[in-house]
Protein backbone atom coordinates (compact mmCIF):
# COMPACT_ATOMS: atom_id res chain seq x y z
CA UNK A 1 0.00 0.00 0.00
CA UNK A 2 1.63 3.20 -1.00
CA UNK A 3 2.49 5.48 1.68
CA UNK A 4 0.40 9.01 2.66
CA UNK A 5 2.38 12.07 1.83
CA UNK A 6 1.54 13.06 5.21
CA UNK A 7 3.46 9.92 6.55
CA UNK A 8 6.68 11.39 4.91
CA UNK A 9 5.59 14.83 6.66
CA UNK A 10 6.80 13.79 9.89
CA UNK A 11 10.83 15.04 10.43
CA UNK A 12 10.20 18.21 8.56
CA UNK A 13 7.58 19.73 10.38
CA UNK A 14 9.78 22.37 11.81
CA UNK A 15 11.07 23.44 8.51
CA UNK A 16 7.80 23.83 6.81
CA UNK A 17 6.30 25.55 10.11
CA UNK A 18 10.03 27.91 10.10
CA UNK A 19 9.66 28.52 6.53
CA UNK A 20 5.95 29.88 6.96
CA UNK A 21 6.60 31.97 9.50
CA UNK A 22 9.55 33.33 7.98
CA UNK A 23 8.41 34.28 4.60
CA UNK A 24 4.54 35.40 5.79
CA UNK A 25 4.74 36.86 9.37
CA UNK A 26 2.96 35.79 12.76
CA UNK A 27 -0.24 33.11 11.92
CA UNK A 28 -2.34 31.14 14.12
CA UNK A 29 -1.99 27.64 14.11
CA UNK A 30 -5.24 26.70 11.17
CA UNK A 31 -3.65 29.85 9.23
CA UNK A 32 -0.04 27.83 9.22
CA UNK A 33 -2.07 24.40 8.13
CA UNK A 34 -3.95 26.20 5.66
CA UNK A 35 -0.52 28.45 3.44
CA UNK A 36 1.20 24.60 3.92
CA UNK A 37 -1.77 22.76 2.58
CA UNK A 38 -2.23 25.20 -0.33
CA UNK A 39 1.69 26.18 -0.96
CA UNK A 40 2.20 22.42 -1.81
CA UNK A 41 -1.01 22.02 -4.01
CA UNK A 42 -2.62 20.04 -1.33
CA UNK A 43 -0.33 17.36 -1.51
CA UNK A 44 0.94 17.90 1.92
CA UNK A 45 -1.20 18.25 5.21
CA UNK A 46 -0.56 18.55 8.80
CA UNK A 47 -3.69 17.24 10.94
CA UNK A 48 -3.64 19.84 14.40
CA UNK A 49 -2.30 16.41 16.38
CA UNK A 50 1.45 17.13 14.96
CA UNK A 51 1.33 20.78 14.29
CA UNK A 52 0.20 22.02 17.74
CA UNK A 53 2.87 19.43 19.62
CA UNK A 54 5.31 21.33 17.11
CA UNK A 55 4.36 24.48 17.66
CA UNK A 56 4.47 23.91 21.82
CA UNK A 57 7.87 22.41 21.17
CA UNK A 58 9.07 25.01 19.22
CA UNK A 59 7.73 27.70 21.46
CA UNK A 60 9.13 25.89 24.34
CA UNK A 61 13.14 25.63 22.65
CA UNK A 62 13.06 29.48 21.81
CA UNK A 63 12.47 29.34 18.15
CA UNK A 64 9.28 30.95 17.86
CA UNK A 65 7.00 33.56 20.09
CA UNK A 66 3.61 33.02 20.84
CA UNK A 67 0.90 36.04 21.92
CA UNK A 68 -3.20 35.73 22.03
CA UNK A 69 -4.95 37.69 18.81
CA UNK A 70 -8.24 37.64 17.06
CA UNK A 71 -8.37 36.10 14.12
CA UNK A 72 -10.25 37.21 10.57
CA UNK A 73 -13.55 35.07 11.82
CA UNK A 74 -13.27 36.99 15.11
CA UNK A 75 -12.28 34.13 17.34
CA UNK A 76 -9.45 33.86 19.66
CA UNK A 77 -6.66 32.57 18.68
CA UNK A 78 -2.24 32.39 19.30
CA UNK A 79 -0.28 33.56 16.93
CA UNK A 80 2.96 32.21 16.50
CA UNK A 81 5.94 34.28 14.97
CA UNK A 82 9.54 33.35 14.27
CA UNK A 83 12.32 34.56 16.53
CA UNK A 84 16.25 35.29 15.87
CA UNK A 85 16.65 31.78 17.18
CA UNK A 86 13.97 30.30 14.84
CA UNK A 87 15.89 31.89 11.85
CA UNK A 88 19.43 30.43 12.97
CA UNK A 89 17.39 27.09 13.17
CA UNK A 90 15.37 27.67 9.69
CA UNK A 91 18.94 27.67 8.28
CA UNK A 92 19.91 24.82 9.63
CA UNK A 93 16.66 22.96 8.68
CA UNK A 94 17.10 24.45 5.35
CA UNK A 95 20.92 23.09 5.44
CA UNK A 96 19.97 19.54 6.53
CA UNK A 97 17.56 19.51 4.03
CA UNK A 98 19.16 19.97 0.91
CA UNK A 99 21.94 17.59 2.38
CA UNK A 100 19.58 14.80 2.69
CA UNK A 101 17.41 15.69 -0.69
CA UNK A 102 20.87 16.08 -2.71
CA UNK A 103 21.72 12.58 -1.30
CA UNK A 104 18.02 10.49 -2.04
CA UNK A 105 18.72 12.13 -5.54
CA UNK A 106 22.15 10.47 -6.25
CA UNK A 107 20.88 7.15 -5.16
CA UNK A 108 17.84 7.48 -7.39
CA UNK A 109 19.82 8.75 -10.37
CA UNK A 110 23.50 6.90 -9.78
CA UNK A 111 26.01 8.10 -12.25
Known sequence: MPRKASDRLQGTIDLLVL??????GAM???GITLHIQHASHDVLRV???????ALHRMHQ???????????ENNRRARYYGIT???R???RLEEESWA???QAVA??????
Open 19 to 24: RTLASH
Open 28 to 30: HGY
Open 47 to 53: EEGSLYP
Open 61 to 71: AGWLEAEWGIT
Open 84 to 86: DAG
Open 88 to 90: ERL
Open 99 to 101: RLT
Open 106 to 111: RVLKPR
